[in-house]
Nanobody
């Protein structure tokens, strides 16, 4: 059994910063690509940022220069540092990871439960 648990979401003022965490646990053999997604009220889910197992990153245009994705492969944890936050960043943020488990040669996609980020004055 594999679990992803996000944390760090809260209410923050425009221009503020937050750091989200996503911790993976369970019978993990290896973690490949990891992503942050978000879903704003009334909108479709959006891919925010991706990080590969070797640390290559990619960002949505809407967050480039403001958000930084990173990971700690020893702790099986991914982070999203969010700076210069805007009201339009308000959303539930989800982590996704492609994980190989100890009992299978295949990798599977796992999702966290989401953490709410609200940017408002």
């Amino acid at each position: 059994q594999v679990q992803l648990v996000e944390s760090g979401g809260r209410l923050v003022q425009p221009g503020g910063s937050l750091r989200l965490s996503c911790a993976a646990s369970g019978s993990i053999s290896s973690i490949n690509a990891m992503d942050w997604y978000r879903r704003a009220p009334g909108k479709q889910r959006e891919l925010v940022a991706t990080i590969t197992s070797n640390g290559s990153t990619n960002y949505a245009d809407s967050v480039k220069g403001r958000f930084t994705i990173s990971r700690d492969n020893v702790k099986n944890t991914m982070y999203l540092q969010m700076n210069s936050l805007k009201p339009e960043d308000t959303a539930v943020y989800y982590c996704n990871a492609y994980i190989s488990i100890a009992t299978s040669p295949y990798e599977y996609s796992y999702w966290g439960q989401g953490t709410q980020v609200t940017v408002s004055s």
